[in-house]
């Protein structure tokens, strides 16, 4: 009784009864209606190759079934997105490109095993949609997606018979995506295709003998085969991997680092133009890469992301502080409003210079996100000392006209970056910088941004922005670690301060 005092009340009831099954304001979300569109038009595509045969020969009952089998396989993906890969409901180009890949190769394996008759053209077709999946979003993503693939191409093959060949794609997909988390090197994706070619011919050959259990030659070369076009098509993406960072607009590790080289242009640029912003940002690249390793996050791309964050300085640079050798401020003359508009016009000064030299959009997103909607708290306070000191008939200054334009982080990376830049100026600041102090502005920082609200948008826990505060707090004190100071010989003049 007292179970269903607690669960059925009225009150509950009636809001149950109000509540309708279906939320409509969900279903006329643009991001909903044009994802269903495009799983529409994927799902008839699909039945369009894969029924292809069935149509032309007139079968259409067996073309009613396969079109049952392939609408449950479209449910599966479309489900298996709307949970744990939201946000790609929001990028219609992903999901374009998406559906590009998966019918395209779905046509090439159906007609390539149509014409010559050999079925290791499906298996090929899985190691590349495995390798553009791992590099394009993330492990697990890629192993489900690949599974659901190489369902769709046994169908494409003809085969259905046989579940040796399905066996055999899954087993070239599924080394990808084990072990092809990031290339750093040029040979990363070579060695992956070996793995993934000897894991082919095990199966392949191990489903044939099953078959037909006698050792032939023909169970050898079906295997070899299988193999052969595995490590093919291995080579053949690691010439194509600078169109696929085109045009899923994303960098692979390769090219984060040799975005990374000191000698390029815009690097180059800031070293020369602002040197203190540039020793700055190579200070937050070390702090912001230890960070995102703790919570298991990109911590390559945090650090090349933050090489580039302040590159919007390079065309005002002594108006910011690192960079002015003087004691004497650029901003002296001017009024507080007119500083903002300054120190925060390098975030659109930098998103441009970013553009102008190329920048992958993964790096500029830490140039537009790196300061959120936060508020340049010392010319907002400066220009509330002048409206008290000097009152007028005008409303006092407003903290929306003080603020950054954002948007704030929208990936755990950029907010990983944003502490760090906080965090770094404030240590900078102390006249004492013990581990105790560093750690208590780490913290009093965090909390500022987490009350600010400026990690709304990236998914941060508290639990990971606890490991990220450890984590900063170590990189730091590290940095300002004490110094013995060195004797000074009794013939040498004594150093004033």
């Known amino acids: 009784m007292g179970f269903f005092s607690k669960t059925l009340r009225p009150s509950r009831l009636r809001k149950d009864i109000e509540r309708p099954f279906v939320d409509l304001n969900k279903l006329a979300n643009p991001d909903i209606i044009y994802s269903v569109l495009i799983w529409l038009a994927f799902t008839v595509l699909s039945i369009a190759v894969l029924g292809y045969d069935s149509l032309k020969q007139a079968h259409y009952g067996q073309l009613a079934a396969m079109a049952v089998v392939v609408v449950l396989i479209c449910l599966s993906i479309a489900f298996h997105i709307s949970q744990y890969q939201k946000r790609l409901l929001k990028n219609r180009a992903r999901q374009i490109g998406m559906v590009a890949l998966f019918v395209s190769l779905l046509i090439c394996a159906k007609v390539l095993v149509s014409v010559t008759g050999k079925i290791y ?22 192993t489900v997606m690949s599974v659901f693939y190489c369902f769709l191409a046994f169908f494409a093959t003809g085969r259905l018979t046989n579940f040796g060949v399905l066996l055999t794609m899954i087993s070239a997909a599924f080394p990808y995506c084990f072990f092809l988390k990031e290339i750093r090197t040029r040979m990363k994706l070579l060695e992956v295709s070996l793995i993934s070619a000897l894991a082919v011919l095990l199966m392949s050959a191990s489903m044939e003998f099953i078959a037909a259990p006698w050792w032939s030659f023909t169970i050898l070369e079906v295997a070899g085969a299988n193999a052969a076009i595995t490590i093919l098509v291995g080579v053949l993406m690691q010439g194509l991997l600078p169109i696929l960072e085109k045009v899923f607009q994303i960098a692979t590790s390769m090219t984060l680092l040799d975005y990374s080289d000191a000698n390029q242009p815009l690097l180059r640029r800031l070293a020369i133009e602002a040197p203190g912003t540039f020793s700055h940002s190579l200070l ?20 090349v992301g933050s090489y580039y964050h302040d590159i919007g300085k390079i065309n005002k640079s002594g108006y910011f502080v690192e960079n002015q050798l003087g004691s004497i401020s650029w901003h002296k003359e001017l009024s507080p409003a007119m500083s903002q508009l300054i120190i925060s016009g390098h975030v659109k000064d930098g998103i441009e210079l970013a553009k102008e030299y190329g920048l992958p959009a993964v790096l500029r997103q830490f140039i537009e996100m790196h300061h959120g909607t936060t508020l340049v708290e010392y010319f907002y306070n400066e220009a509330l000392k002048q409206y008290e000191q000097n009152p007028q008939d005008v409303p006092p200054p407003s903290e929306g006209d003080f603020r950054y334009p954002g948007p704030k982080p929208r990936t755990k990376e950029a907010a990983i970056v944003m502490l760090a830049d906080t965090v770094e100026s404030a240590a900078r600041s102390l ?17 500022k941004r987490l009350q600010d609200g400026q990690f709304d948008e990236c998914d941060l826990t508290l639990k990971e922005l606890s490991l990220i505060e450890a984590s900063m707090s170590k990189t730091l004190s ?11 010989p009794p013939d040498m003049p004594a150093i004033e301060a």
């Open 121 to 142: 053209w499906a298996t090929g077709a899985a190691s590349a949609v495995a390798i553009v999946l791992v590099i394009t979003y993330n492990q697990r993503f890629a």
């Open 284 to 303: 937050i690249g070390s702090i912001a890469e230890a960070a995102a390793e703790a919570i298991g996050r990109n911590g390559l791309l945090c650090r």
């Open 431 to 447: 006249s004492e910088a013990t581990p105790t102090k560093i750690e208590a502005v780490i913290h009093n920082m965090a909390m």
């Open 478 to 488: 590290a940095h300002y670690h004490g110094r013995i100071a060195y004797p000074q």
